[in-house]
């Protein structure tokens, strides 16, 4: 999981016991965000904060696709979230597949449910091995059979570390 921002880096601590580390908030959510590596079932996934902060031509070095907005433990606002795709992944070089799977969450974000779960239903069955294609058809179809509630906006809240 990577985040990008200040932190307080050095060596802190005591006389007798002291280490080089960072700390910090920014720290605590590119901690989090390695941690739901499991829960997304992917290899890296990295904030808007950092997505933002490389220049536009290094962006074009790698193949990103948006995986949620969440709020993580400890945290008021939420954060828009991205899995770093690798060249060995089924969709590292599908384009279409990719573009499609933006236009699903938009649709999701927007509450258009139907229709999200209309292309995240195609793309699983194109690539039934990718878990987030499942995740957000899964939760697509409880959203047509029980809306979210008003003021609803994406944010998918954890609970655990």
Not at 71 to 93: F, Q
Request: proline fraction near 5%; hydrophobic fraction near 35%; charged fraction near 25%.
């Amino acid at each position: 999981g990577l985040n990008t921002g200040e932190c307080s880096v050095g060596n802190m601590g005591s006389n007798q016991i002291f280490s080089y580390t960072a700390l910090g908030d920014n720290m605590n959510l590119g901690a989090r965000l390695e941690s739901l590596c499991k829960f997304y079932g992917v290899q890296l996934n990295v904030s808007e904060f950092t997505i933002n902060s490389l220049p536009e031509d290094k962006k074009k070095e790698f193949v990103f696709r948006t995986l949620d907005k969440v709020r993580v433990k400890g945290k008021e606002n939420s954060v828009t979230i991205y899995e770093v795709m690798h060249p060995s992944h089924p969709l590292y070089h599908a384009k279409e597949e990719l573009k499609l799977h933006e236009e699903g969450f938009s649709a999701y974000l927007n509450q258009e449910f139907q229709k999200a779960r209309d292309i995240f239903s195609n793309l699983l069955a194109k690539f039934p091995e990718d878990p987030s294609f499942e995740r957000l058809l899964h939760i697509c179809e409880e959203f047509i059979n029980l809306p979210p509630a008003p003021g609803w906006d994406g944010t998918y809240t954890h609970k655990s570390k």
